[in-house]
């Protein structure tokens, strides 16, 4: 079947020359796709205080401008999570490279703020189709194991996220910094369509029906189903916080890491900025067992993210690195299994559908936190700032550890 005739909601007429490939290649192409939009959408993380300067940016429009990619996400999740339910899975991800791909080149040439947050959006939008569809493609590619469906699903996401700074801190090296990462990124994301036009799609799971098949997408109110509710809101919950971190560290993080780390080093900027979802996907391969592992990976949450005012009134760089690393540890163990909680209860007809509602609260935690934050720092300065909001941070983690271990103590008994 070709695209088009998935994005048709129709049968194709004859079965065309195809790629059947591998269920290892499937699943490595479902990793490969999502993981690569979360690059192109954090390769601008080290490049932020390059911008702002550029452009005469203040610390808000910086927020506001990684904001405009989490609010387009978040809308996203709510308007088209359903799609690849619908369209198949291939077909949304062909989508999704589409408007990464008019994302970044809007990124690359802008000149304004209005743009940059246009392009953002371009990218938050590309990342919300990919979401819930790359997450179901792994779950019907794996139906026995919906553990490891979920940790490629993690994997993928913090494992992108991370290399996006990484990523774009060593590409600024190269003439026109603030262009050329975007221009080489552009190569490598066209070059995905290739394999995914050639791929035999595998039927969608729910396939319209009726005349007017396009009602099958109108927008939908999230809906998690009554067995899964209370592993939904964990799930949430635990990802809002963690998704309030990681929108720091990948928006006025860079600024606040280079004043501790005396540098302007880019690669380095990118690095420390990269450190906690770094840590974040390694927890995914480690993947901690037992059945205190969430109070204890939010206990680590807390005690990292609290250390990090220390870290920037004592000037120390190793406390800095330790504090993101246990942070990002923490919250990949506490996340993963909260995560998991949630995939085992829910059918794989409606798992593309629950992945993007955990989605929409967790990332309300890029925007609105961050955006507080954002505005917060022009009114009493940055340092001061994150010090509220990473207490505060702390403390709630702190409140879900033992909530959660009360919890568990009592299913034990």
């Known amino acids: 079947m070709s ?28 990793v490969t796709v999502i993981s690569t939009l979360l690059i192109g959408a954090n390769l601008a993380t080290p490049l932020y205080p ?15 401008a990684f904001a405009s990619y989490v609010i387009a996400l978040i809308g996203g999740l709510v308007l088209a999570g359903h799609w690849s339910d619908h369209i198949g899975r291939r077909a949304a991800l062909v989508l999704a490279v589409l408007l990464g791909l008019l994302g970044a080149a809007l990124f690359a040439v802008a000149t304004s703020l209005p743009m940059l947050a246009a392009g953002r959006a371009l990218q938050g939008g590309a990342v ?6 790359s997450a179901a493609a792994l779950r019907d590619l794996l139906p026995s194991r919906p553990d ?6 993690l994997l993928a996401s913090a494992g992108g996220v991370a290399a996006g700074p990484l990523i774009g801190g060593l590409l600024s090296l190269l003439p026109a910094p603030t262009r050329t990462p975007f221009l080489i990124y552009l190569v490598v994301l066209a070059s995905l369509l290739v394999p995914l036009v050639l791929l035999r799609a595998r039927p969608a799971i729910k396939p319209a029906t009726g005349q007017n098949p396009l009602t099958a997408l109108r927008p939908r109110r999230p809906a998690v189903s009554r067995e899964a509710r209370r592993s939904f809101w964990t799930a949430s919950s635990v990802g809002f916080l963690s ?17 501790i780390a005396g540098t302007s080093s880019r690669p ?22 037992g059945r205190f592992v969430v109070p204890l990976g939010l206990t680590g949450m807390a005690l990292g993210v609290g250390l990090l005012p220390v870290a920037e009134a004592t000037g120390s760089l190793p406390l800095l ?45 890029s925007a609105v936190p961050v955006l507080g934050l954002g505005a917060a720092a022009g009114i009493w300065g940055l340092d001061a700032s994150v010090t509220v909001f990473a207490l505060a941070v702390a403390g709630v983690c702190g409140a879900l ?3 959660s271990l009360v919890v568990r103590l009592r299913a034990a008994r």
């Open 243 to 259: 998704f309030a971190v990681f929108g720091f560290t990948l928006s006025l993080a860079p600024t606040w890491f280079a004043g």
């Open 3 to 30: 695209v088009i005739n998935e994005l048709r909601m129709r049968p194709a007429s004859a079965e065309r020359r195809s790629w059947d490939a591998s269920l290892a290649v499937r699943l490595a192409l479902a």
């Open 50 to 64: 390059l911008i702002q300067a550029d452009l005469g940016l203040t610390p808000f429009a910086v927020t506001v």
């Open 148 to 153: 490891w469906a979920s940790r490629f699903t």
């Open 321 to 365: 690195v330790g504090a993101c690393l246990v942070a990002g540890f923490g919250q990949g163990m506490a996340f993963r299994v909260v995560f998991n909680e949630v995939s085992v209860k829910v059918a794989p007809a409606l798992h593309a559908q629950t992945v993007s509602a955990v989605y929409v609260i967790t990332y309300l935690g």
């Open 268 to 289: 380095l900027i990118g690095l420390l900025s990269a450190l906690v979802l770094g840590s974040s996907a390694v927890s995914q391969l480690l993947s901690p067992r």
């Open 128 to 133: 919300a189709l990919a979401t819930g569809a």
């Open 401 to 403: 550890a033992a909530g």
